[in-house]
């Protein structure tokens, strides 16, 4: 008999305030982002019998055989995926609505109708001065929004660039830091509290990094993680200690491509893919939009060119500039629009090219045009919203499944405050007996 | 959101999209009720966004058509009061050619009808060389300065264009908004082109030279003065279909501009009765999740261990 009650006792006391410390961590952190709920694993300390003693009580308490971290590495790897896609989503949605609210508030639609109208207005009087002049207003107040429009797409392709490039940054310091859990995962000792901060760790930088790019990790014999971008075939980020540094490349036209360490690398989730799908569009937006101004220009200048102003001299281009976004007014003087064609004195009323202008207007369709435009960018944003909707709702349920399974639940937490609380005060008791007994043996006289 | 949990924070992660998804519902369609807009954006409904566009640049063209109508009409109601006036003129000098066809009447006599209508001829010619709203010569086509000139021989040179100019009126229709002087002053007489102008000029100077002859150009004038005369009204029947035809345009694109706003109000505009009942039918889920919310978070086992 190698019994000892009172170090039973003992044991079953710190055995208690381990679980009651453990407990009190969870409901601490029960808000806390990325923190897992711990719960302890309990193991009796008994020896079989030996040598001459078989069949011999032998029983010495109780023992901490570790704090477990109720993590479900799937349902993790479930919020990683389907983060990557939301944030993907969601960062394209939000590029190409800047880039719908860039040209669509740039009203530069309404100019187009307006300088229409004014050219048709002044079908009604060729030579009335006031009339020219709006015409002249008019097409000012198009070239000027063309230019906003212009500076517009402009800004939201740098917005984008720079969160980009904020992204790729975000990601090394993340995977660096990775790797540095990854070292010191190593190092710890398995089963104590500092090995299981740091799995929190390792996992919620996991977490925030496919926020960035959609990773795939495979998880080591030793908790170490090794973290691939792009797929389980794709570039090696982090591996044990070392991280490899994440790249961005501007292309000339403004769109962006990544690497891993000098080999090429194109993320398919994550806001860092999503922003770079939202920049192409953004080239398709501008080369259409380029398209419209150089239609009208072209349209413009060339009739102009065909007809003789109210001075009687040649048609000069209304407009300047080589883009939307330098198309300037290059005609000051309303006297200047060349309404009447080719060959008339000064001061004619022919407005024959006047219609011709309309007619080349009308053949070009810059509103239309931007209308189609404005359609194509309307529709891309709505079904685009349709996705992100659904893919952040399937993120939030894979996040709040996740948080049921692993987050703390604080009714369950009180009701293990009360029970180690008694099994504290039980085993406090059975040390308590322990005394009692031995007090008897000692008061026999 | 059909996860049963357990865990603290996935119940409050839970509400928290719950409710915010509710409340963001809430503020759309408030917003869609307070500025009487369906769409904010144009990817909120993008082929009605697309459609909303293009009505209203028919309306902002329509507008424009208005004011070329109005000009239009404003121009031809010029013509049709020249005219008139051209019909008088032209009936009195027929009343003078009789009276010097008379036989009764002296050589001075005549002379001085005659003198009355060479005086009226300048006033002819100044009716013809009238201007229209623009301050630009009424019947003369698309010419910059007058539309007759006398030469040195003292008769009247039509110098303006051919044709008048057409104002459009939108879907494509065209009307002229004037007519040019020969249109309604040349007229034949025995198959020889001559002008009311030269009619008269050629009666005044008959009649003022005297002689056997005068009689004679006293009778040639009467006929000459009823040809004009069909010319003119001829002219007038023209300007009034015209006018008619700007009528028919104009009511044809008061209804259009009212099947537009009907179809703007559709496609663009709030259904009110449907908004509000949707938004009380949120605010309805919103009040009850809150409660049931609150109810919940304060339902802590912590408040019943003691």
């Known amino acids: 008999m190698s019994s000892d009650l009172l170090s039973i006792g003992a044991s079953g006391t710190r055995a208690a305030r381990i679980a009651l410390d453990v407990t009190a961590q969870n409901i601490a952190n029960a808000a806390t982002e990325g923190y897992v709920r711990r719960s302890t694993r309990l193991e009796e300390v008994s020896s079989a019998g030996g040598f001459n003693t078989i069949g011999d009580v032998s029983l010495s308490g109780v023992r901490l055989d570790r704090v477990v971290r109720n993590a479900d590495l799937f349902r993790q790897s479930e919020v990683r995926r389907t983060g990557a896609d939301s944030g993907r989503a969601a960062a394209e949605l939000n590029g190409l609505q800047n880039a719908e609210a860039a040209i669509e508030q740039s009203g530069l639609f309404d100019a187009m109708v307006r300088f229409e109208g004014a050219l048709q207005q002044l079908v009604g009087d060729p030579t009335s001065n006031a009339l020219r002049a709006n015409v002249i207003e008019e097409a000012r107040t198009m070239a000027g929004t063309f230019n906003i429009a212009s500076a517009a797409l402009g800004s939201v392709g740098t917005g984008l660039r720079f969160e980009a490039a904020d992204g790729v940054s975000q990601v090394n310091t993340l995977a660096q830091e990775l790797a540095r859990v990854n070292l010191r995962l190593a190092r710890a000792a398995d089963s104590t509290s500092d090995q299981t901060s740091l799995l929190d760790q390792r996992d919620s930088l996991m977490q925030q990094m496919s926020g960035y790019v959609d990773v795939s990790a495979t998880i080591n014999a030793d908790a170490t993680v090794e973290v691939r971008l792009g797929g389980a075939a794709g570039q090696l980020l982090v591996s044990g200690g070392s991280a490899q540094p994440l790249g961005m490349t501007t292309a000339s036209d403004g769109t962006i491509s990544f690497d891993v360490g000098g080999v090429g690398v194109a993320p398919a989730g994550g806001a860092l893919a999503g922003k770079a799908q939202a920049l192409v569009k953004l080239v398709d937006i501008n080369v259409t939009l380029e398209q419209i101004a150089g239609a009208m220009m072209a349209a413009v200048n060339t009739a102009q060119a065909g007809g003789v102003s109210l001075g009687g001299t040649a048609g000069q281009p209304l407009f300047a500039g080589s883009s939307a976004a330098t198309i300037a007014l290059a005609l000051t003087d309303p006297a200047g629009i060349a309404t009447a064609p080719a060959g008339s004195g000064p001061g004619s009323r022919n407005a024959g090219n006047l219609d011709a202008l309309r007619a080349a207007l009308a053949a070009a369709d810059p509103a239309g045009a931007m209308d189609a435009l404005l359609f194509d960018v309307s529709s891309t944003v709505a079904g685009r919203q349709v996705t992100a909707n659904a893919l952040n709702t399937i993120a939030d349920t894979a996040r709040v499944n996740l948080a049921a399974q692993a987050g703390v639940d604080l009714d369950q937490e009180a009701v293990n405050l009360v029970r180690y609380q008694q099994a504290f005060q039980a085993s406090g008791r059975v040390m308590q007996v322990a005394q009692d007994t031995f007090n008897t043996l000692l008061g026999i006289k | 959101m059909t996860t049963v949990s357990t865990s603290t924070s996935a119940f409050y992660d839970r509400s928290m999209i719950d409710l915010s998804g509710l409340r963001a519902q ?281």
């Open chain 2, 26 to 306: 809430a503020e759309e369609l408030q917003s869609s009720l307070s500025s009487g807009q369906r769409l904010a954006r144009s990817s909120d409904d993008p082929v009605g966004a697309s459609r909303l566009r293009q009505l209203q640049r028919a309306d902002a063209l329509s507008t424009v058509d208005i004011a070329n109508a109005q000009r239009a009409s404003s121009d031809l109601q010029l013509v049709d009061g020249a005219l008139g006036s051209f019909a008088d003129y032209v009936t009195r000098v027929k009343e003078l050619a009789i009276q010097a066809a008379n036989g009764t009447l002296t050589a001075a006599q005549r002379a001085g009808i005659g003198g009355e209508i060479a005086a009226m001829r300048l006033n002819v010619i100044q009716l013809a060389n009238a201007r229209d709203s623009a301050g630009d010569a009424l019947f003369g086509g698309q010419a910059a300065g007058v539309a007759y000139t006398i030469d040195a021989a003292g008769a009247a040179q039509y110098v303006g264009t051919a044709t008048a100019s057409e104002l459009p009126l939108g879907e494509g229709q065209n009307v002229t908004r004037s007519l040019t002087g020969p249109e309604f002053l040349q007229f034949a007489v025995n198959g020889t082109s001559t002008d009311l102008m030269a009619a008269m000029k050629a009666l005044a100077d008959g009649l003022q030279a005297g002689g056997p002859g005068a009689q004679q150009a006293a009778r040639d004038g009467m006929a000459a003065m009823d040809l004009g005369l069909d010319a003119i009204t001829t002219a007038q029947t023209v300007v009034g279909t015209r006018m008619a035809w700007i009528d028919v345009t104009t009511e044809r694109r008061t209804n259009l501009s009212e099947l537009r706003a009907a179809e703007e109000a559709d496609v663009g505009g709030t259904d009110i009765a449907a908004t509000v009942a949707r938004l009380q039918q949120t605010m309805t889920v919103l009040e009850a999740s809150q409660a049931s919310f609150s109810k919940l978070a304060s339902l802590s086992l912590f408040e019943l261990i003691r």
